[in-house]
């Protein structure tokens, strides 16, 4: 199996968790998984000490779903909040942090400040080397 890695622009990555059953057949003891099922599940599930070919019933996996849901979910808080803090000019992941906290002020802040970076055509360079 190749190792797992969380790919946040993956169009199908949240197919899965929305509808399993796609995947998984949930009605079948023990359950029978699709081979995209299993290249899906098993590196998530293992990340979070779940190991796919133990999971017999649907509660069994709809644990090890809330499981891997609740890693994932932060997972992504962790890397967008890296990506707000990566840089002091104003970026989206500022704004979707800020929003995720709930903070709406500081939401909309943010993306007044995006707005202007970008009104004013401001660009993060490199400095140049002088000899």
Do not use: Y
Request: glycine fraction near 4%; proline fraction near 5%; hydrophobic fraction near 50%.
């Amino acid at each position: 199996m190749p190792s797992f890695a969380l790919n946040l622009h993956d169009p199908e990555m949240f197919v899965f968790d929305a509808q399993p059953e796609l995947f998984v057949l949930l009605d079948a003891v023990p359950l029978i998984f699709t081979i995209r099922g299993l290249r899906h599940f098993t590196p998530r599930f293992r990340m979070v000490g779940v190991d796919i070919a133990m999971l017999q019933t649907e509660c069994q996996f709809r644990a090890a779903l809330l499981q891997w849901t609740t890693h994932e979910t932060r997972l992504l808080f962790e890397s967008i909040e890296a990506k707000a803090g990566a840089t002091h000019q104003a970026n989206e992941h500022q704004v979707l942090l800020a929003a995720l906290m709930g903070d709406i002020d500081a939401a909309e802040a943010a993306m007044d400040r995006l707005e202007h970076q970008r009104r004013v055509g401001l660009k993060v360079v490199a400095p140049v080397d002088t000899p």
